[in-house]
Protein backbone atom coordinates (compact mmCIF):
# COMPACT_ATOMS: atom_id res chain seq x y z
CA UNK A 1 0.00 0.00 0.00
CA UNK A 2 1.77 2.94 -1.18
CA UNK A 3 1.09 6.18 1.32
CA UNK A 4 3.19 9.30 1.83
CA UNK A 5 1.49 11.73 3.87
CA UNK A 6 1.62 11.75 7.62
CA UNK A 7 -0.13 14.22 9.82
CA UNK A 8 -0.35 17.19 6.94
CA UNK A 9 3.18 16.28 6.51
CA UNK A 10 4.42 14.95 3.00
CA UNK A 11 7.41 12.01 2.43
CA UNK A 12 9.48 12.45 -0.52
CA UNK A 13 12.60 9.81 -0.05
CA UNK A 14 14.36 10.46 2.43
CA UNK A 15 12.99 13.95 2.96
CA UNK A 16 9.96 15.30 4.57
CA UNK A 17 8.15 18.54 3.37
CA UNK A 18 6.28 19.97 6.06
CA UNK A 19 4.31 23.55 4.79
CA UNK A 20 7.40 25.83 2.61
CA UNK A 21 10.07 23.75 4.67
CA UNK A 22 11.82 20.62 3.45
CA UNK A 23 13.50 18.61 6.03
CA UNK A 24 16.31 16.27 6.22
CA UNK A 25 18.01 14.42 9.18
CA UNK A 26 21.66 12.77 10.24
CA UNK A 27 23.63 13.43 7.42
CA UNK A 28 26.95 12.35 9.05
CA UNK A 29 29.22 13.96 6.61
CA UNK A 30 32.20 13.15 7.36
CA UNK A 31 31.73 9.64 8.26
CA UNK A 32 34.06 7.62 6.17
CA UNK A 33 37.17 9.60 7.21
CA UNK A 34 36.22 8.42 11.17
CA UNK A 35 35.91 4.79 9.62
CA UNK A 36 39.32 4.97 8.11
CA UNK A 37 40.79 6.10 11.50
CA UNK A 38 39.30 3.50 12.97
CA UNK A 39 41.21 1.21 10.70
CA UNK A 40 37.99 0.79 8.07
CA UNK A 41 38.97 1.80 4.97
CA UNK A 42 35.86 2.42 2.82
CA UNK A 43 36.44 5.10 0.19
CA UNK A 44 35.12 8.32 0.18
CA UNK A 45 31.62 8.20 -1.65
CA UNK A 46 28.79 9.09 0.78
CA UNK A 47 29.14 13.40 -0.89
CA UNK A 48 28.55 12.98 -4.42
CA UNK A 49 25.76 10.68 -3.41
CA UNK A 50 23.97 13.16 -0.91
CA UNK A 51 24.29 15.63 -3.87
CA UNK A 52 22.89 13.62 -6.78
CA UNK A 53 19.61 12.53 -4.00
CA UNK A 54 19.38 16.21 -3.14
CA UNK A 55 19.18 17.52 -7.01
CA UNK A 56 16.44 15.01 -7.16
CA UNK A 57 14.28 15.82 -4.33
CA UNK A 58 14.84 19.60 -4.86
CA UNK A 59 13.61 19.18 -8.65
CA UNK A 60 10.14 17.06 -7.07
CA UNK A 61 9.86 20.04 -3.99
CA UNK A 62 8.61 23.76 -3.99
CA UNK A 63 10.09 23.92 -0.64
CA UNK A 64 12.05 27.43 -0.17
CA UNK A 65 13.32 26.46 3.01
CA UNK A 66 15.65 23.52 4.28
CA UNK A 67 15.99 22.23 7.68
CA UNK A 68 18.78 19.93 8.76
CA UNK A 69 17.81 18.28 11.65
CA UNK A 70 20.73 17.28 13.34
CA UNK A 71 24.57 15.52 12.99
CA UNK A 72 25.27 17.28 9.74
CA UNK A 73 28.74 16.08 10.49
CA UNK A 74 29.74 12.73 12.23
CA UNK A 75 32.82 13.08 14.75
CA UNK A 76 32.00 14.20 18.21
CA UNK A 77 35.13 16.32 19.48
CA UNK A 78 36.91 17.40 16.48
CA UNK A 79 36.52 18.65 12.78
CA UNK A 80 38.66 15.84 10.52
CA UNK A 81 39.05 17.51 6.79
CA UNK A 82 36.87 15.46 4.99
CA UNK A 83 34.05 17.27 7.39
CA UNK A 84 35.28 20.85 6.87
CA UNK A 85 35.20 20.27 2.51
CA UNK A 86 32.17 18.08 2.76
CA UNK A 87 30.08 20.54 5.10
CA UNK A 88 31.08 23.69 3.43
CA UNK A 89 30.50 22.48 0.42
CA UNK A 90 26.91 20.99 1.17
CA UNK A 91 26.18 24.63 2.95
CA UNK A 92 27.33 26.26 -0.45
CA UNK A 93 25.05 24.34 -2.52
CA UNK A 94 21.97 24.39 -0.39
CA UNK A 95 22.59 28.17 -0.09
CA UNK A 96 22.23 28.51 -4.12
CA UNK A 97 18.95 26.31 -3.89
CA UNK A 98 17.33 27.79 -0.99
CA UNK A 99 15.98 31.15 0.56
CA UNK A 100 16.76 29.74 3.93
CA UNK A 101 18.88 27.06 5.95
CA UNK A 102 18.39 26.24 9.48
CA UNK A 103 20.53 23.87 11.33
CA UNK A 104 19.41 22.15 14.33
CA UNK A 105 21.95 21.07 16.92
CA UNK A 106 22.12 17.10 16.95
CA UNK A 107 24.45 14.77 19.49
CA UNK A 108 27.45 14.64 16.91
CA UNK A 109 27.12 18.69 16.64
CA UNK A 110 29.01 20.21 19.70
CA UNK A 111 31.14 21.45 17.29
CA UNK A 112 28.77 22.49 14.34
CA UNK A 113 28.67 26.17 15.23
CA UNK A 114 31.76 26.77 14.25
CA UNK A 115 31.07 25.62 11.06
CA UNK A 116 27.89 27.71 11.16
CA UNK A 117 29.56 30.56 11.94
CA UNK A 118 31.59 30.61 8.82
CA UNK A 119 28.60 30.34 6.64
CA UNK A 120 26.58 33.05 8.24
CA UNK A 121 24.22 30.49 10.00
CA UNK A 122 22.98 30.01 13.30
CA UNK A 123 22.32 26.61 15.01
CA UNK A 124 19.09 26.17 16.65
CA UNK A 125 17.93 23.82 19.34
CA UNK A 126 14.80 23.16 17.62
CA UNK A 127 12.53 25.03 15.41
CA UNK A 128 8.86 25.51 14.60
CA UNK A 129 7.18 25.55 11.35
CA UNK A 130 3.80 26.91 12.64
CA UNK A 131 2.09 23.50 13.68
CA UNK A 132 5.17 21.18 13.50
CA UNK A 133 8.25 20.79 16.30
CA UNK A 134 11.29 19.98 14.75
CA UNK A 135 13.90 18.48 16.80
CA UNK A 136 16.70 15.80 17.08
CA UNK A 137 15.19 13.78 19.09
CA UNK A 138 18.15 12.68 21.55
CA UNK A 139 16.52 13.98 24.46
CA UNK A 140 13.39 15.63 25.57
CA UNK A 141 12.81 18.80 26.25
CA UNK A 142 12.32 20.04 29.79
CA UNK A 143 9.91 22.78 29.13
CA UNK A 144 7.93 20.19 27.33
CA UNK A 145 4.66 22.37 28.15
CA UNK A 146 5.90 24.78 26.27
CA UNK A 147 5.48 23.41 23.25
CA UNK A 148 2.26 24.59 21.54
CA UNK A 149 2.75 22.44 18.10
CA UNK A 150 0.64 19.99 17.70
CA UNK A 151 3.13 17.93 15.85
CA UNK A 152 6.86 16.71 16.89
CA UNK A 153 9.44 15.60 14.09
CA UNK A 154 12.68 13.98 15.22
CA UNK A 155 15.80 12.12 13.90
CA UNK A 156 18.52 10.52 16.15
CA UNK A 157 16.70 7.18 15.69
CA UNK A 158 17.70 6.07 12.03
CA UNK A 159 15.03 3.92 11.81
CA UNK A 160 14.91 1.05 8.92
CA UNK A 161 12.80 -2.32 8.91
CA UNK A 162 14.39 -5.71 8.18
CA UNK A 163 11.92 -7.42 5.82
CA UNK A 164 12.64 -10.73 4.41
CA UNK A 165 12.53 -12.16 1.29
CA UNK A 166 12.71 -15.48 1.15
CA UNK A 167 15.88 -16.45 2.73
CA UNK A 168 17.09 -13.13 2.19
CA UNK A 169 16.57 -10.42 4.89
CA UNK A 170 17.09 -6.55 3.65
CA UNK A 171 17.02 -3.48 5.49
CA UNK A 172 14.85 -0.57 4.02
CA UNK A 173 15.27 3.13 5.42
CA UNK A 174 11.58 4.21 7.12
CA UNK A 175 9.39 6.96 8.87
CA UNK A 176 8.39 6.02 11.81
CA UNK A 177 4.52 7.79 12.78
CA UNK A 178 2.57 7.55 15.95
CA UNK A 179 1.67 9.30 19.41
CA UNK A 180 3.87 10.40 22.02
CA UNK A 181 2.28 12.52 25.51
CA UNK A 182 -0.50 14.77 23.69
CA UNK A 183 1.08 14.82 20.16
CA UNK A 184 1.65 13.20 17.09
CA UNK A 185 5.39 11.99 16.35
CA UNK A 186 7.14 11.07 13.02
CA UNK A 187 10.60 9.99 13.08
CA UNK A 188 13.23 10.38 9.98
CA UNK A 189 15.26 8.27 8.29
CA UNK A 190 18.97 9.03 8.00
CA UNK A 191 19.92 11.19 4.98
CA UNK A 192 23.29 8.91 5.04
CA UNK A 193 24.44 6.05 2.74
CA UNK A 194 26.88 4.56 4.50
CA UNK A 195 24.87 2.02 6.69
CA UNK A 196 21.02 1.38 6.33
CA UNK A 197 20.39 2.09 10.06
CA UNK A 198 19.04 0.55 13.13
CA UNK A 199 15.96 -2.51 13.07
CA UNK A 200 13.21 -1.19 14.11
CA UNK A 201 11.95 -4.75 14.90
CA UNK A 202 15.27 -6.11 16.10
CA UNK A 203 16.98 -3.08 17.67
CA UNK A 204 16.29 -1.48 21.22
CA UNK A 205 14.98 2.25 20.52
CA UNK A 206 17.95 4.79 20.91
CA UNK A 207 15.92 8.57 21.20
CA UNK A 208 14.43 8.71 24.81
CA UNK A 209 10.96 9.42 22.75
CA UNK A 210 10.55 6.37 21.54
CA UNK A 211 11.34 4.78 24.91
CA UNK A 212 8.70 6.43 26.48
CA UNK A 213 6.18 6.09 23.40
CA UNK A 214 4.67 2.92 22.48
CA UNK A 215 6.53 1.95 20.07
CA UNK A 216 5.24 -1.23 18.97
CA UNK A 217 2.22 0.65 17.51
CA UNK A 218 4.25 2.86 15.73
CA UNK A 219 3.67 3.06 11.84
CA UNK A 220 5.98 1.55 9.49
CA UNK A 221 6.78 3.99 5.92
CA UNK A 222 9.54 2.47 4.15
CA UNK A 223 11.10 4.14 1.38
CA UNK A 224 12.81 2.76 -1.74
CA UNK A 225 13.70 4.80 -4.56
CA UNK A 226 11.32 7.74 -4.14
CA UNK A 227 8.80 4.83 -3.60
CA UNK A 228 6.91 4.79 -0.10
CA UNK A 229 5.25 1.97 1.21
CA UNK A 230 3.11 1.56 4.01
CA UNK A 231 3.77 -1.23 6.08
CA UNK A 232 2.03 -1.01 8.65
CA UNK A 233 2.60 -1.33 12.54
CA UNK A 234 5.88 -2.43 14.46
CA UNK A 235 3.88 -5.19 16.42
CA UNK A 236 2.06 -6.58 13.09
CA UNK A 237 5.12 -6.69 11.41
CA UNK A 238 6.64 -8.71 13.96
CA UNK A 239 3.75 -10.55 14.27
CA UNK A 240 3.94 -11.35 10.03
CA UNK A 241 8.06 -12.53 10.50
CA UNK A 242 6.77 -14.96 13.02
CA UNK A 243 4.86 -16.82 10.70
CA UNK A 244 5.90 -20.45 10.35
CA UNK A 245 5.59 -20.29 6.41
CA UNK A 246 8.37 -17.58 4.10
CA UNK A 247 6.93 -14.43 2.61
CA UNK A 248 8.27 -12.14 -0.04
CA UNK A 249 7.17 -8.70 1.45
CA UNK A 250 5.96 -7.28 -1.58
CA UNK A 251 2.61 -9.54 -1.22
CA UNK A 252 1.79 -9.28 1.98
CA UNK A 253 -1.58 -7.09 2.74
CA UNK A 254 -0.58 -5.00 5.24
CA UNK A 255 -4.26 -3.29 5.84
Not at 81 to 103: A, C, G, S, V
Not at 119 to 139: E, R
Request: glycine letters at 6%; charged letters at 25%; hydrophobic letters at 40%.
Amino acid sequence: MVQNNIFGAKILDLALEVEDHLIISDLHLGYEEALNYQGIMIPKFQYPKIIRRMEEIHFRSDCTRIIINGDLKHEFGKINRQEWKETLKFIDYLQEHFQDIILIKGNHDPLTPIIAQKTGLDVHPHYSTGNFMVMHGDKIPEKWDEITEDNIVIGHEHPAVGIRSGERMEKVKCFLAGDFRDKKIIVMPSFNFITEGSDVLHEKPLSPFLKEANHDEMKVFGVENFETFYFGTISHLLKVQQEPYPYDAHFIDFD
